[in-house]
């Protein structure tokens, strides 16, 4: 297993530019299965979840090409195998995003029902009642559920949960009602960008969608889509990410290929902290620090609100600040394993129900840290960015599922990130021995 070892410190300065965003890319690649012939998506991230994906597509006869240029094509080749395998969902829940086109295409889908997750209770019994509601037969049987129609019947669905609507249960049912007959008016919908962009592909492909980005989505079933060529979004969340990187080592960056209207909750609050950030360009953000930051109390909610995805890094950004901050995460109330391992550097988080109180420190301290989760990982080399001394991350295979080539472009603006094997990280560095010197 790959570790990072960073040595904190140093400001980062210049220009870096966001990938395309993961979380858009996954429901956009599994929609190809509505279709014959070839949808290329354009700007497609290569990271392992895409990776995944890719290989339960090829398992359930879809032909992929990765190009230089980023962009994937995809084929379907055989619609005989509706089995989406327990090694692969097991991987990476998101997964499940192929029920839906599935089930619309093929009358049939067999998904492993997905388990626990580190960042909390992820049920999707949501996804289940609106295949239900659309006239699917749904069995659950060994730990897969078995999902069966002849013809979907379009059908109105209610989308919401109890920590808000859902994206991928939106994906999903979005996937499904666009083949089935007559209308579907999907309400308390997700209006993430990412949902947004599904079906602006769908709409490509020649499906009936209106009202996306609100929470009432119509559609209007047809009998076939044709295949298309999209470019996927700028992922949000890495933006998003280095625009606190930027914040916390007080640095000065230039974000390229950037939507600012979908960083819109991220950007106020971060000015209310006192963090500059301009829009400089087309797609294009300036971040700079030029006055003291102060702490502030922070949700996380579904769009447009500040994204769960996001919790984790404003929580390292708010260790730093003096005075005390709150942070709550109403969509994922538990999502908070980043917190004992920020600690170990010095922070001062006190976790309450589903919130984090925080007393900012003057320094946060290298260490040995653990990566639990996708973000709780990028809240940690945050934390390391700014920290003094060495601080080696574990586990980092999390990292690689959603930020792409990230040491390559943190180093680029001035970091200092090495990606070296679990057993070299067990050497202690010489600034390490020094501070195991200093605390003796
Ligand atoms: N929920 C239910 N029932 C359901 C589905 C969801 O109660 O049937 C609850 C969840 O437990 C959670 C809330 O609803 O409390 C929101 O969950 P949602 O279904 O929206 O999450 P998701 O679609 O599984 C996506 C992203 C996550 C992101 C969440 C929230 C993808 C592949 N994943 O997950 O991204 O945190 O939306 O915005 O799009 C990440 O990228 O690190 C990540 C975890």
Redesign the pocket.
């Known amino acids: 297993m790959d570790v990072f070892k960073i040595q904190g410190g140093t400001s980062l300065c210049g220009t870096v530019a966001v990938s395309g965003s993961?979380?858009?890319a996954?429901?956009m690649m599994a929609a190809a299965l509505l279709t014959d012939g070839k949808t290329i998506l354009n700007n497609v991230p290569d990271l392992v979840?895409v990776r995944t994906l890719s290989s339960l597509l090829t398992s359930l006869g879809c032909e992929m090409t990765r190009h230089a240029n980023g962009s994937l094509s995809l084929e379907v080749v055989d619609e005989s195998h509706s089995e989406a395998d327990y090694e692969l969902v097991r991987k990476?829940?998101?997964s499940?995003?192929v029920m839906g086109p599935l089930l619309a295409r093929r009358g049939h889908a067999r998904v492993s029902l997905p388990g626990g997750c580190n960042?909390?209770?992820?049920?999707?019994?949501?996804?289940?009642?609106g295949f239900a509601a659309l006239g699917a037969q749904i069995d659950i049987h060994q730990g897969d559920i078995i999902l069966q129609a002849t013809q979907l019947r379009g059908a109105d669905i209610d989308l919401a949960?109890?920590?808000?609507?859902?994206?991928?249960?939106?994906?999903n049912l979005l996937t499904a009602a666009v083949l089935a007959q007559g209308k579907s008016r999907l309400t308390s919908a997700?209006m993430?960008p990412?949902v947004v962009a599904l079906a602006d592909l769908l709409n490509e492909m020649g499906a009936k969608i209106s009202g996306q980005g609100t929470p009432t989505l119509e559609v209007e079933g047809v009998a076939e889509l044709s295949p298309t060529t999209q470019t996927v979004i700028p992922d949000r969340?890495e933006a998003a990410t280095l625009m606190i990187a930027s914040a916390m080592t007080r640095g000065k960056l230039t974000i390229q290929n950037v939507n600012p209207l979908h960083l819109s909750a991220v950007t106020t609050v971060l000015q209310e902290i006192g963090v500059s950030i301009h829009e400089s360009g087309v797609s294009q953000l300036e971040i700079a620090c030029e006055r003291e930051l102060s702490p502030v109390n922070i949700t996380a909610l579904?769009?447009p609100g500040i994204?769960?995805?996001i919790q984790a890094q404003l929580t390292a950004l708010l260790c730093t600040l003096p005075g005390r901050s709150v942070i709550r995460d109403q969509?994922?109330?538990d999502?908070f394993m980043h917190c004992a391992e920020l600690n170990r550097m010095n922070a001062k988080i006190r976790q309450q129900g589903d919130r984090a109180l925080i007393t900012g420190v003057a320094q946060l301290q290298g260490a040995h840290v653990m990566a639990s989760?996708?973000?709780a990982s990028a809240a940690l080399v945050l934390a390391a960015l700014a920290a003094r001394d060495e601080t080696v991350i574990h586990r980092i295979y999390h990292l690689d599922?959603?930020y792409e080539a990230l040491e390559t472009k943190l180093n680029l603006l001035g970091a200092n990130v090495t990606r070296c094997r679990e057993e070299d990280a067990q050497r202690r560095s010489p600034s390490e021995r020094t501070n195991l010197r200093r605390s003796a």
Do not use: Q, W
């Open positions: 993961k979380n858009a996954l429901p979840d990476m829940r998101a499940v995003c960042i909390g209770h992820r049920p999707i019994d949501i996804h289940l009642r949960g109890p920590n808000g609507s859902t994206v991928t249960g939106t994906c997700a993430e990412e969340i579904p769009y994204p769960t995805d969509v994922f109330p999502r989760d996708l973000r599922r959603g």
